[in-house]
């Protein structure tokens, strides 16, 4: 069995990708489900930088090969032109990809933290689900406990980013301060609350809006910002300069027609569109409309690659205690698959012993209780020492759970060499000549 990650990125494949391929959080429960057929366990990320499915299989390709068969038919993609914008990571580098994400390395924004919050989400989506098993659990809580050392130890954590503050400073930079300006948020969710947290500090005045009006007052009520009805968000582009839309709407929000229309009413003012859903809730024919700046989540790599680079020093650090947490993680693992190996072991090795002592004993019935205790000492003295070694290097070698398999089958501990892949995939051929026992 092995973990197996399938996903891609905004490191990979663009918005227009990407979004086909976003699960909304109430349709993972019925993802999962699919998956449940063909996996152990599973678990799905999807973030507005990224989709991500993990798995724990019986074979890394073959498990690579459905989790990207499942994601083509999710986002009604081919599985070739789906292959090239993804990654496959299996087993240990499928540990350490995550525990990289969950501590903000893999990111967009060099540790940025709503990822934390993000894979806690996805966790407990499949957990409620039912597709999260002891090991993939394991992984998700030792990714957790990873993300917060590199946050608490390394300077990454010592101030709060997201994709969000990363965009609300690049608008800024392109309209100049915000304090006083007047600024829509579209949506009412999570990033919209961090939106507005990062707008009201720079001093914006926000009114907000969204589908779920009673969300809306709660949100404007929390945070300062005026709440706006949903059905007047055409006329509500008329006054802002700046437009924050971030709603969880499966398709287009504010379409071209809609943005010329305001824009027409607004003096030949202009208006910048800050779009950071995924899928994205402007239409991209909006970038060519006179008096409008589009900035998606694709145009902001360039600002979040700024950001990176003023953090970079903490970048070795951090990999450190990934390398660490990663290493925790791959002893755990071995033990998990080594230990049964080694009990059914000494317990076969333990049974011949016994059967043998008492067979020796039964044909020398003139020894006395003590050569019956030196002979029962010399007989564990034997096995001990012949399992002290294959023993020690099953618990300590890397390589120790796959030794374990070969143990298992080499000793008659699984039925078959079906039970066992590696013997599986390496049959040893009977010597040439050898006579059939039943010959």
């Known amino acids: ?21 976003t699960f909304v959080e109430h349709d993972l429960p019925a993802a999962l489900s ?21 798995a724990f299989a019986g074979h890394a390709d073959s498990g690579g090969r459905h989790l990207l068969r499942f994601l083509a038919e999710a986002g009604g993609l081919a599985e070739p032109e789906l292959a090239e914008l993804t990654y496959v990571r299996a087993h240990d580098a499928a540990v350490r990809h995550l525990f990289r994400v969950a501590a903000g390395l893999d990111s967009m924004v060099l540790g940025e933290d709503q990822i934390v919050a993000q894979l806690k989400r996805a966790l407990d989506v499949a957990r409620g689900a039912g597709t999260l098993g002891p090991v993939l659990g394991r992984l998700g809580s030792a990714a957790l406990a990873a993300g ?54 720079a001093g914006a005045r926000v009114t907000v809006t969204g589908r779920d009006a009673e969300r809306t007052a709660l949100l404007a009520g929390s945070s300062g910002a005026v709440a706006a009805p949903w059905a007047a968000l055409p006329s509500l582009l008329h006054t802002p300069d700046l437009v924050l839309s971030c709603t969880a709407a ?6 071209a027609e809609m943005l010329s229309a305001a824009l027409a009413r607004r003096g030949g003012r202009g208006l910048m569109c800050l779009d950071l859903a995924v899928p994205r809730d402007v239409d991209p024919a909006a970038a060519a409309l006179p008096n409008l700046t589009l900035r998606d989540m694709d145009a902001l790599i360039t600002v979040a690659a700024a950001n990176r680079a003023l953090r970079a020093g903490e970048i070795p650090d951090a990999e450190a205690i990934v390398d660490e947490r990663v290493e925790r993680f791959m002893e755990w693992w071995r033990s998990r698959q080594v230990v049964p190996a080694i009990v059914a072991l000494r317990s076969l090795a333990e049974s011949i012993r016994d059967d043998e002592i008492a067979r020796a004993l039964a044909r020398m019935p003139e020894l006395g209780e003590r050569e019956r205790l030196i002979v029962r000492g010399l007989a564990s003295r034997v096995v001990n020492k012949l399992l002290h070694h294959p023993v020690t290097i099953l618990r300590t070698d890397p390589e120790g759970a796959n030794m374990a398999q070969i143990v298992q089958y080499l000793f008659g501990l699984v039925p078959d060499a079906a039970a066992c892949p590696i013997a599986a995939a390496h049959p040893v051929p009977a010597p040439a000549g050898l006579i059939p026992e039943s010959s």
């Open 148 to 201: 917060k050392r590199v946050r608490s130890a390394t300077a990454l954590g010592r101030s709060r980013v997201s994709v969000v503050s990363v965009a609300v400073r690049a608008a800024a930079e392109e309209l100049g301060p915000l304090a006083g300006r007047p600024v829509l948020v579209v949506g009412a969710g999570r990033t919209a609350t961090v939106a507005i947290r990062q707008l009201a500090g």
């Open 34 to 54: 699919r998956l449940a057929a063909s996996v152990e366990e599973s678990f799905l990320l999807s973030t507005c930088n990224r989709t991500e499915v993990y």
């Open 1 to 21: 069995m092995q973990i197996v990650a399938v996903g891609l990125s905004h490191a990979t494949a663009p918005v227009a990708r990407r979004e086909r391929l």
């Open 250 to 255: 499966p398709g287009i929000v504010l379409h």
